[in-house]
C-alpha cells in the first residue's frame, strides 16, 4: 500500500492556475498507474485524468482535456495536476489515487484530498 498526501490546492480567481502534487510515500509510486479525481460539493466523485507508470500514457474527462496536464516524476515519488484556465465549475476537493492493474483500472488507495476554489 501507499500512502499519497495531496497539496497546492487553495483560492484562484476564474482564468488563473495551480498546480496540484501527490506525494508518495512508504512505497515507491513508480508500481503504480496513477489518476486525479474531484468532488464538488453535493456532487458524487468524478475522474479528472489519469497517468500510466511511465507517465507515457495521460488521459483525461472532456471536462478539463486541454486545460489540465497530468505529470509525474517516480524520482520524487510524486504526481503533478497542472491546471491553467480555471472555471468556477472547477471547484472541488481533488484527490489523486493509485489506479488497480492499469491506468484503466480502479482506484484503490486514496489521499486525503485538497481544496481547490475557483471565483468568479
Known amino acids: 500500500q501507499v500512502q499519497l498526501v495531496e497539496s497546492g490546492g487553495g483560492l484562484v480567481q476564474a482564468g488563473g492556475s495551480l498546480r496540484l502534487s501527490c506525494a508518495g510515500s512508504?512505497?515507491?509510486?513508480?508500481?503504480?498507474?496513477l489518476g486525479w479525481f474531484r468532488q464538488a460539493p453535493g456532487k458524487e466523485r468524478e475522474f479528472v485524468g489519469a497517468?500510466?507508470?511511465?507517465?507515457?500514457?495521460?488521459y483525461y474527462s472532456d471536462s478539463v482535456k486541454g486545460r489540465f496536464t497530468i505529470s509525474r516524476d517516480n524520482a520524487k515519488n510524486t504526481l503533478y495536476l497542472q491546471m491553467n484556465s480555471l472555471k468556477p465549475e472547477d471547484t472541488a476537493v481533488y484527490y489523486c489515487?493509485?489506479?488497480?492493474?492499469?491506468?484503466?483500472?480502479?482506484?484503490?488507495?486514496w489521499g486525503q484530498g485538497t481544496q481547490v476554489t475557483v471565483s468568479s
Open positions: 497517468t500510466s507508470w511511465s507517465g507515457g500514457y495521460t
Open positions: 512508504g512505497r515507491s509510486i513508480r508500481n503504480y498507474a
Open positions: 489515487a493509485t489506479l488497480k492493474g492499469s491506468v484503466l483500472g480502479p482506484p484503490e488507495d
